[in-house]
């Protein structure tokens, strides 16, 4: 019943040889491109910000990467005890994007960006979770538009990112202060010239 129901979502999403040049190529920007917003989040959030929020912005960073780690693990142990080939490999639809013929269950892309979409809904503000649920819900339309991957590997990720946060979430509680006294004494350690300068917050 399930694989009926992904095939019938991958029939109903995945593009055609006629769809729209201009629509195949921003899926191809937003399938490999926005993913790029992660890290980039991550680096300025900890690095700059009012001095009143730079704390508040390290303890999200923090709890973030736990729940990135944790969903990176579970995503690899899910796809290695529970593989699945993408569409291309079983030659079913179409496929727009050059990828390696690895396992698509759960994707590494949809664990990824739900996983850090659901951290800020979770432990920063409303609006930018949305923002960046929104965000999410493109790069798993995308690769599968374009033929990567099926509907229900993004439903994994999603899965797999909500019981990520929720495990950082426990793992914050108890750990999340000792975790930020270390992540900022090592920091300090490595970036004492641009702290110097004021290049970055201390």
Known sequence: MLETLNLSLFDLINATPASPAWLIQAAIFIAKDLIHIVPVLIVTLWLWGPRHQVNSQRHLVIRTAIALAISMTVSWLLGQTFPHDRPFVDGI?????KHAPDYSWPSDHGT???????????????WSGLMLFTVACAVAWSRIYLGVHWPLDMVGGL????LSCLSAQIIGNVWGTALHRFCCRVYRFCFALPIRKGWVRD
């Not at 990824?112 to 409303?126: G, N, S």
């Open 93 to 97: 639809g179409y496929h727009f994007l």
């Open 112 to 126: 990824v960006i739900f996983t850090f979409a659901l951290a800020f809904l979770f432990w920063h503000r409303l």
């Open 159 to 162: 899965l797999v990112g909500l």
